[in-house]
């Protein structure tokens, strides 16, 4: 049963609400599973950060779906119940998420384009940055040894570029 909600609309306006809000599907008992197995594997894949154990926890866990396949369907939804309260028990407080997806460290991070292709007339506006940009964002000077222009090696171990 889901949660209740405190009522902060009136009845009126709730109503119109849940006309226009959308039923959720019935799933399937096997829709459910599936949803569950995959919902385990994310939630692997953010404790596990060595991709061999990841694997043979991966591995584990679809033994474990397995030799309950077939079962009668009252078992079926306890265990359902069970996985269900299992994954919110094991879900990590912190979860893996792809960099370049919302919530990532670089979503929406992308380089500005240099001024010679935004302005390939070199009529540069007079409010129009005159400093490069390191990968990391900072200020490319010479005074701090990094160049926006040619290499740059970073170094993820230690999070800084050299």
């Not at 306006?13 to 399937?28: C, E, H, I, M, V």
């Not at 030799?67 to 269900?84: D, M, T, V, W």
Request: charged residues 25%; contains cysteine; hydrophobic residues 35%.
């Amino acid at each position: 049963m889901p949660p209740v909600r405190p009522q902060v609309l009136n009845d009126i306006f709730q109503q119109a609400a849940d006309k226009a809000r959308q039923k959720l599907p019935d799933l399937t008992h096997n829709q459910q599973v599936a949803r569950l197995y995959r919902s385990g594997l994310k939630v692997l894949s953010s404790w596990a950060i060595d991709r061999d154990i990841f694997n043979d926890e991966a591995t584990k866990l679809r033994a474990r779906f397995d030799a309950e396949r077939g079962c009668n369907p009252g078992k079926a939804l306890r265990l359902l119940r069970e996985g269900e309260d299992e994954l919110f028990a094991y879900t990590h407080p912190d979860p893996y998420c792809n960099p370049v997806m919302p919530g990532g460290s670089k979503f929406m991070r992308n380089p500005p384009l240099p001024m010679e292709v935004c302005f390939p007339d070199g009529n540069y506006p007079a409010d129009a940055p005159t400093y490069e940009v390191n990968p990391d964002w900072s200020k490319a000077t010479p005074e701090s040894g990094r160049a926006a222009t040619g290499y740059v090696l970073v170094d993820f171990g230690k999070k800084n570029m050299e």
